[in-house]
């Protein structure tokens, strides 16, 4: 399984970024699909993640901010990011969590830097 992630960039507070993240090589039939970051010395945080049937769920502190929408029959996951504040400063990371049975497996994509500037 691969992760091509895109999209992350430096804004001033207020403004907005999109991420896109694209899954090959996969052929789960449920997944999950998301993003989280992770800054220095810290563990990944969840950011938001969306199911394959469209269930979605989001970190308190994005909700009404950000929004993840995916394409299910591309494996591809949107994060449309507004009202940046530079607390959203991190690498951002795509996740795929694909399950045999109730067994999920983990997979990464490589970091996207979104820097927020006040």
């Known amino acids: 399984v691969q992760l091509q992630a895109s999209g992350g960039g430096l804004v001033q507070a207020g403004g907005s970024l999109r991420l896109s993240c694209a899954a090959s090589?996969?052929?789960?039939?449920?997944?999950?699909m998301g993003w989280y970051r992770q800054d220095p010395g810290k563990r990944h945080e969840l950011v938001a993640t969306?199911?394959?049937?469209?269930?979605?769920n989001y970190a308190d502190s994005v909700k009404d901010r950000f929004t993840i929408s995916g394409d299910i029959a591309e494996r591809t996951v949107y994060l449309q990011m507004n009202g940046l504040k530079p607390e959203d400063t991190s690498v951002y990371y795509c996740?795929?969590?694909?399950?045999?049975?109730?067994?999920?497996?983990?997979?990464w994509g490589q970091g996207t830097q979104v820097t927020v500037s006040s």
């Open positions: 090589g996969t052929t789960f039939s449920r997944y999950e």
């Open positions: 969306i199911v394959n049937d469209g269930t979605t």
């Open positions: 996740n795929l969590k694909g399950y045999l049975g109730d067994i999920p497996a983990n997979f």
